[in-house]
């Protein structure tokens, strides 16, 4: 139980293009999903917090208008970069949670996303 | 502010080899802490985790760890490594904001 699938696992796209990012939760109700970023060989960076229903919370240093966050369901995330450039490239990993408190949370497999 | 630190970028043992990771977090209450392992290109895998209770956790793949309040630690360990042990191990704490708090990683490396 407890499976979190995102899609797609990668993703080319050219500079300037949008592309979006589907955080699924296969098996359970997602109150919460989180959005990270990881730079090679470094940790995850929480981007933001979302909740169905509900507008997402960014990070200090996130920008939002860059970063879209939709949580339309409670088993559906999605994540569009927008205007996509070569520094965004990066391996974007989701994660959801049950409730809203110190729940644990399920990690997705993550994104690979490459902006040429 | 809440962190964690893992003070060992990188650590190499030998196949058969004990294991420990260490992990110190920066926590006013009780903290909820997990263990993680990514492998090359995937996302997280949950080793293990402490919400209460005993303080000695065990979990998968024969890891443990210890939680110390006293020295603010969840060190994981691992009697015999194996060589599919290989991976990036992370340390996190989960704040009263429900936001978990990423360790930077300890890459471990075995020797055949």
């Known amino acids: 139980g407890a499976v979190v699938s995102q899609h797609p696992s990668r993703v080319i796209c050219k500079s300037g293009t949008s592309v979006k990012i589907e955080c699924r939760s296969l098996d359970f109700q997602a109150t919460t999903m989180f959005w990270y970023r990881q730079f090679p060989k470094q940790s995850l960076m929480l981007m933001a917090t979302s909740n169905e229903g509900s507008k997402a919370t960014y990070e200090q240093g996130v920008e939002k208008d860059k970063f879209l966050i939709n949580h339309a369901s409670l088993t559906l995330s999605t994540l569009t970069v927008t205007s996509a450039h070569p520094e965004d490239s990066s391996f974007y990993i989701c994660?959801?949670?049950?409730?809203?408190?110190?729940?644990?949370?399920?990690f997705g497999p993550g994104t690979r996303l490459t902006v040429t | 502010a809440q962190s964690v630190t893992q003070p060992d970028i990188h650590i190499t043992v030998s196949e058969g080899a004990s294991l420990e990771l260490r992990c110190n977090y920066s926590y006013g209450a009780t903290p909820y802490l997990f263990w993680y392992v990514q492998s090359p290109g995937q996302g997280l895998q949950l080793l293990l985790k402490?919400?209460?209770?005993?303080?000695l956790v065990q979990g998968i793949k024969g890891f443990e760890a210890e939680f110390k309040r006293s020295q603010s630690s969840f060190n994981l360990r691992k009697p015999s490594v194996h060589w599919s042990d290989a991976a990036e191990y992370f340390c996190?704490?989960?704040?009263?904001?429900?936001?978990?708090?990423f360790g930077t990683g300890t890459r471990l490396k075995v020797l055949a």
């Open positions: 402490y919400f209460s209770g005993d303080t």
């Open positions: 994660s959801a949670s049950v409730g809203r408190g110190r729940d644990e949370q399920y």
């Open positions: 996190a704490v989960a704040s009263g904001t429900y936001k978990y708090i």
